[in-house]
């Protein structure tokens, strides 16, 4: 536990406590603890270490498919459960629980596919369906070659995606190097779908995903937080690069974004720390738990 003097930070909700006793650490994955090289590096793995001693609980809630993360979740060291896919899918590795699963239903999957392939769009996108932990693909693009090879994952190429909905999706994702046809994507389909039906964001500026309308980083740190732990958003610091880290920065009482991130995360930020290529989550857990 790492108790945060409250003239360190201002935090909405959170005022009325002289200090911010904070007890869980919740991290991203990429462009926050892991960055070009896919791997977190020594510092970080330090720092990490360094808070845990101090009885921090550390856990990871990521974009990426459960298989994909473990290794990194492995790294640091983490005794808590896992959240994956944005928090749709959140599975303890060390009993194999799955604590909590919350797909996409069948029908908007379908919905999705039947948007993505329109003309205009079925050349330059690259579709994924993530069923029961497995990537599975209309075919191998160069984009999805790149993806597999950074998530040390192996995609199933299937033709048509309908065929392996017997099983509702956990995540649908859509990749375009194109980053402003991912621009486009994000608003025609916002416009489309409400909050209720779908939750939307991008992770990367290349990657549109499409999760279960509960589903979003803040919700899944609240539960484990919250229902598992038994602690408050005022014991909960979360470091993250992106816009799906954005909830749970907003529900942290220390939410910290990367010195990589673009401008409109960093606004809702408490602190922003350096690039991920300079240790920039070493150097928040130093001034935040270590200092």
């Known amino acids: 536990m790492h108790k945060v003097s409250t003239t360190e930070l201002a935090s909405p909700g959170i005022g009325s406590l002289s200090t911010v006793d904070i007890q869980l650490l919740v991290v991203d994955i990429d462009g926050t603890i892991a960055g070009k090289s896919n791997s977190i590096s020594t510092a970080v793995k330090q720092a990490i270490a360094a808070a845990r001693s101090r009885g921090v609980q550390v856990a990871i809630a990521?974009?990426?498919?459960?298989?994909?993360?473990?290794?990194?979740?492995?790294?640091?060291?983490?005794s808590l459960p896992l959240l994956a896919y944005q928090g749709a899918w959140i599975q303890d590795p060390a009993t194999q629980k799955i604590h909590r699963h919350l797909p996409v239903s069948r029908e908007l999957a379908h919905k999705l596919l039947d948007y993505f392939e329109?003309?205009?769009?079925?050349?330059?996108?690259?579709?994924?369906?993530?069923?029961?932990?497995?990537?599975?693909?209309r075919e191998i693009t160069r984009?999805?070659?790149?993806?597999?090879?950074?998530?040390?994952?192996?995609?199933?190429?299937?033709?048509?995606?309908?065929?392996?909905t017997s099983d509702e999706p956990t995540k649908v994702l859509a990749l375009c190097d194109d980053t402003n046809v991912i621009q486009q994507l994000l608003g025609n389909l916002r416009r489309q779908y409400t909050p209720a039906e779908l939750?939307?964001?991008?992770?990367?500026?290349t990657f549109f995903e499409a999760t279960n309308p509960t589903v979003n980083k803040g919700a899944g740190?609240?539960?484990?937080?919250?229902?598992?732990?038994?602690?408050?958003?005022?014991?909960?610091?979360?470091?993250?690069?992106?816009?799906?880290?954005?909830?749970?920065?907003?529900?942290?009482?220390?939410?910290?974004?990367?010195?990589?991130?673009?401008?409109?995360?960093?606004?809702?930020?408490?602190?922003?720390?350096p690039d991920v290529e300079q240790d920039g989550a070493a150097a928040a857990i130093e001034k935040f738990l270590l200092s």
């Open 62 to 78: 990521t974009g990426r498919m459960y298989r994909s993360a473990l290794r990194f979740h492995q790294e640091i060291g983490s």
């Open 199 to 205: 939750y939307l964001t991008t992770s990367v500026a």
């Open 118 to 137: 329109q003309p205009e769009l079925r050349s330059l996108l690259s579709v994924h369906f993530y069923i029961n932990d497995q990537l599975y693909v």
């Open 221 to 273: 740190v609240r539960y484990l937080a919250e229902e598992l732990l038994g602690l408050q958003r005022a014991n909960v610091m979360t470091i993250g690069d992106n816009f799906n880290d954005v909830e749970m920065l907003e529900y942290a009482a220390i939410g910290v974004a990367m010195g990589n991130a673009p401008a409109a995360v960093q606004a809702i930020a408490q602190w922003v720390a």
């Open 143 to 164: 984009e999805t070659a790149l993806y597999a090879e950074r998530s040390g994952i192996t995609p199933i190429a299937v033709g048509d995606l309908r065929e392996v």
